[in-house]
């Protein structure tokens, strides 16, 4: 049976494409050298995947910054304040994702947003009126060859027609449907080429096919791939669908002329049922997604030989396959030496993954696949006993009451209350919480971890620059202060480590946007808190100052979400577990004097299911109660904030008003103030401060840029519910912009204060 790989991780087993592009950032190497780490990351990918006998290997799905940013450029979906700044095409890109400012301008980058339900982030295209969508860029075809010359022949693989339209920002008159036909020429030309260059497979990456799709939806998917496939192509087209199922549209996409079509078995509750409902037709390959992109935990082979089995599908029209790219997954356990092989027995990173394909590849064929060992050892996992349970955890979690979720008194007498009792100015300052993790910060904790220096070294230093950060914020003139989070590695991984139930890796390294690398910690068991885990700091950092210091917490659905969860109990049972315990926690910071709680819940929107029938029954309807569980014992007079970023929250703004936060920031900068037209319609209650300036960029933006946006926010938000801040936390930005940027930010709130 023949295997495919969707996509394969790009930043390096240890990050050497983040080091590589961070340095280039700073002027440290020239450009020759980024691409050479580049081209040295795609030649390991490639032999990898080769070696382990991947029938199908993807090119094109290595990429400096992001894929839909490489969509975007191939077909010349370039805004015109990029090409003005008349860079190189490398720092032109570089541009669109992180903003430039320097000799040639200043211009912010483009938006960017969560790649459907995952913790990755993607650049959102942005189509003016007077663009040319055509095919223009080289880089699909350039890597194709690169491989070729290396003896492996690829797929290449590209964003599909429709996701492309669906997720770009239209800025101009023109709509969407003005796009389908230079759109559908664009990708016609694409296949012309692939045939010209002797490619011989071609894979569109169509995710938004999962989503629900109305008639107009299924008229534009037909509009865009009848003119796409109208002609033979002697160049394989596979449809790769993946992060659900295609039931709205099913029936219509094994009746097109696709060579191939990928299927997700994992998240696609469907998936199995239409095939076996419509069939599935004999001249097509059907690249069937039985192992898991996403999640780390080892493939069950027993199940997965069923499935296949069971599907009315002969074998050899049926392509094994990951069920999305293993972009998700961090690339081999071959690093994780102090991890337990008894919890590693467990576990299948990117490489593992490959050698699982292969694996079931060759049992799928077997006469007798149960006497193989490879069957045998895997069934005797799966029919072992994980210790995994805690009696405590259990025995409290069936004692909360339905009042346990509710606070009192209601939010606008506590609004009330709390402007009393806190005394903050109009349009009070904030940030986010964290302060940039300099190279001492990550050398003193590194020390640290290895037992280089002691406990007390530890924390007299992390003491050190909570002083140092507390005078700036002071000297700043912000209003309402943090501590910096200089203890922490990681919002999640620091929580799980004071957490029971989780595991940590050592170089379990997965993108999450750019260069931004994240280490998700695994859930194991059942979550409590085993200590207090803030509370100290919090508490010395309020002894340096007068004025009001946030607690800074990370809520359950975003720990849940930034893990890798158990697949042994429901995500329900697993962040109301989380929630107890970060409950635990709020209460003994209010015990402890401090006034004001932050409990980010930064990937709220991120597991929301993509069809909008399963949003509250199957995620809602439990993550907003477990958010409020967090909270609901403290005072009124304790204010509770919350923060979300880089989703479309638009369309859940009524869900998170209901999580009875009394203030919540959003990321709203980079996507031009978006959501203040649905906190208006919505009659949003909660205090709110949508971001002023873009932190994921290093450019610094004027008072008069931050007055801008005050003011627009002023139309559709009360003057006396409105905060400013950053976008984000500031821990990946350097101290220079950052003390730019926020001097500026104090410096626009007290004009408007003058002009309001």
């Not at 301008?105 to 993607?122: P, S």
């Not at 002697?234 to 299927?263: N, S």
């Not at 409902?277 to 997965?304: C, M, R, S």
Request: net charge negative; with cysteine.
């Amino acid at each position: 049976m023949q295997t495919a790989v969707i996509g394969y991780p790009r930043i390096g087993t240890l990050r050497e494409l983040k080091f590589a592009s961070e340095q280039y950032f700073r002027k440290e190497t020239e450009a020759g050298e980024l691409l050479q780490t580049a081209k040295e990351l795609r030649k390991t990918h490639w032999l990898t995947q080769k070696e382990a006998g991947i029938s199908f290997i993807s090119c094109n799905d290595f990429s400096f910054y992001d894929n839909m940013l490489d969509a975007a450029v191939l077909f010349g979906i370039v805004p015109k304040r990029y090409k003005e700044l008349q860079l190189s095409e490398l720092d032109t890109y570089f541009a669109m994702a992180r903003g430039y400012q320097g000799d040639s301008g200043d211009v912010k980058a483009l938006a960017m947003k969560k790649w459907f339900n995952t913790n990755y982030h993607y650049i959102v295209p942005e189509v003016e009126d007077e663009m040319v969508i055509e095919l223009k860029g080289n880089k699909l075809f350039a890597e194709y060859h690169e491989a070729k010359e290396l003896g492996i022949t690829t797929k290449p693989t590209v964003i599909g027609a429709y996701t492309l339209l669906k997720l770009c920002r239209y800025t101009g008159t023109k709509k969407m449907a003005d796009y389908v036909d230079v759109v559908s020429k664009a990708y016609r030309n694409l296949i012309v080429k692939c045939e010209t260059e002797g490619i011989d497979w071609l894979q569109f990456d169509e995710p938004a096919l999962v989503q629900d799709m109305g008639q107009d939806e299924i008229h534009l998917f037909h509009k865009l791939y009848d003119a796409i496939l109208a002609a033979d192509n002697k160049c394989h087209v596979l449809l790769q669908t993946y992060f659900g199922d295609v039931r709205d549209i099913y029936e219509d996409l094994i009746q097109m002329p696709f060579a191939g079509i990928g299927l997700d078995f994992i998240e696609g509750k469907q998936t199995v049922s239409l095939i076996k409902q419509f069939g599935f037709p004999q001249d097509k390959l059907l690249f069937a997604g039985l192992v898991n992109g996403k999640n780390i935990w080892k493939n069950h082979y027993e199940k997965t030989l069923q499935t296949m089995e069971d599907l009315p599908v002969a074998k050899d029209h049926i392509v094994l396959s990951t069920s999305c790219s293993l972009l998700h997954v961090p690339y081999t356990l071959q690093h994780e030496q102090k991890l337990s092989e008894e919890y590693k027995a467990y576990f299948a990173y990117a490489e593992e993954k490959l050698v699982e394909l292969q694996e079931l590849s060759t049992l799928a064929e077997s006469a007798d696949h149960t006497a193989e060992s490879t069957f045998v050892k895997n069934k005797t996992l799966f029919l072992q006993h994980r210790d995994c349970e805690n009696e405590e955890v259990t025995k409290r979690l069936a004692g909360v009451k339905e009042t346990d979720y509710t606070r009192l008194p209601e939010r606008f007498e506590r609004q009330k209350l709390q402007k009393t009792v806190l005394c903050l100015p109009e349009f009070p300052t904030t940030t986010i919480g964290s302060f940039p993790q300099t190279k001492d910060v990550k050398a003193n904790r590194s020390a640290f971890r290895r037992g280089e220096i002691t406990k007390q070294q530890y924390i007299a230093f992390n003491q050190q620059k909570i002083a140092e950060c507390v005078k700036w914020q002071e000297e700043i003139g912000l209003d309402v202060l943090v501590h910096g989070e200089y203890e922490r590695n990681d919002m999640v991984e620091y929580f799980g480590e004071a957490l029971g139930g989780f595991l940590f890796t050592e170089k379990a390294w997965v993108q999450s946007y750019g260069t931004r690398c994240v280490k998700p910690p695994v859930i194991w068991g059942d979550v409590y808190r085993k200590n207090p885990i803030t509370v100290e700091w919090s508490v010395y950092a309020q002894s340096l100052t007068k004025k009001i210091m946030k607690g800074m917490l990370t809520g359950p659905v975003t720990i849940l979400n930034w893990s890798f969860p158990r697949e042994d109990i429901s995500i329900k049972e697993s962040i109301s577990q989380i929630a107890l315990a970060i409950r635990d926690e709020v209460l003994d910071l209010e015990a402890n004097g401090i006034q004001m709680i932050q409990i980010d819940e930064a990937a709220l929107r991120e597991k929301l299911p993509l069809r909008h029938s399963d949003w509250y029954t199957e995620y809602l309807d439990f993550a907003i109660p477990a958010f409020r569980l967090t909270h609901s014992g403290v005072k009124p007079e304790t204010q509770i904030h919350t923060h979300m970023c880089y989703s479309e929250f638009t369309d859940i703004i009524s869900a998170i008003d209901d999580m009875d936060a009394d203030v919540i920031t959003f990321e709203a900068s980079r996507s031009d103030l978006q959501i203040l037209d649905s906190l208006k319609e919505n009659h949003f209650e909660t205090e709110v401060g949508p971001g002023v300036y873009d932190i994921h960029s290093p450019r610094v933006p004027s008072v008069e840029e931050i007055v801008k946006a005050l003011h627009a926010m002023l139309t559709k938000i009360d003057k006396d519910k409105l905060w400013v801040n950053p976008d984000c936390g500031l821990k990946t930005r350097g101290v220079p912009e950052t003390d730019a940027s926020l001097r500026n930010m104090v410096a626009a709130a007290k004009q408007i204060r003058e002009e309001v």
